[in-house]
């Protein structure tokens, strides 16, 4: 769960399918589910894997699209639990590090018909939920998007969620100006399963 500049503004939806981020999505082969290989893959528990409670290491530029290399870093503790049934989340995150205290919320919804999940970020330093990541699991890694206003510039968001193994999993986010040609990676963060679940 990143740590964004807010606020953000929210850009019209349909500026969210902007030609080069949709062909980004677009680009990533089609997941269809074992039991019926013409069968699109239904998503509603991709994140199963991920209930339980995770002990967070995470890195964020300090200063994103500034040429800054300046990094800081963060370790705490991140909690997932399923709503609906597992066709929602919510993650709690709370860490520390030299720049402060940090608590992320994280209300992960899924949507049938697009068979796509909606990532839904707040801090509790602003109290408000951001712009949304949109997007799904393809071959066992999650990837999301966005389109956000940052600091006076539209730029593009990706998100990416991948497993290393059952009891690890890692989490990107980077910013693109230039329209998804190139990426700046801001965040990292790697989490590890607790002994209990």
């Known amino acids: ?5 807010r606020p ?21 082969p089609a997941q ?22 995770w002990k967070t290491h995470l890195r964020r530029l300090v200063h994103p699209l500034s040429g800054s290399e300046e990094w800081t870093e963060y370790d705490g503790v991140t909690t997932v639990r399923k709503v609906w049934g597992g ?13 402060g205290h940090f608590e992320g919320l994280n209300l992960r919804l899924y949507n049938p018909q697009s068979r796509q999940w909606s990532l839904n970020f707040a801090n509790s330093r602003s109290g408000t ?4 990541t949109i997007g799904s699991f393809r071959n066992g890694r999650g990837e999301f998007y966005d389109q956000e206003d940052f600091d006076g510039r539209a730029i593009f968001v ?3 969620i991948t497993p290393v193994d059952a009891n690890t999993v890692r989490f990107e986010q980077a910013f693109s100006e230039d329209g998804g040609r190139t990426w700046e ?12 679940r």
């Open 158 to 160: 990706r998100f990416t």
């Open 129 to 132: 939920v951001g712009q949304p």
């Open 32 to 53: 269809v589910d074992a039991v019926d290989a013409t069968t699109p893959h239904d998503g509603q528990h991709d994140f199963d894997f991920e209930i339980g409670t």
């Open 1 to 5: 769960m990143p740590m964004r500049r």
């Open 185 to 196: 990676l801001n965040w990292v963060a790697t989490d590890r399963r607790t002994k209990e």
């Open 87 to 99: 066709r929602a989340n919510l993650v709690e995150l709370v860490a520390d590090g030299p720049a």
């Open 8 to 28: 953000f503004c929210r850009l019209a939806l349909g500026f969210f399918f902007a030609a080069p981020l949709a062909a980004a999505i677009a680009q990533q």
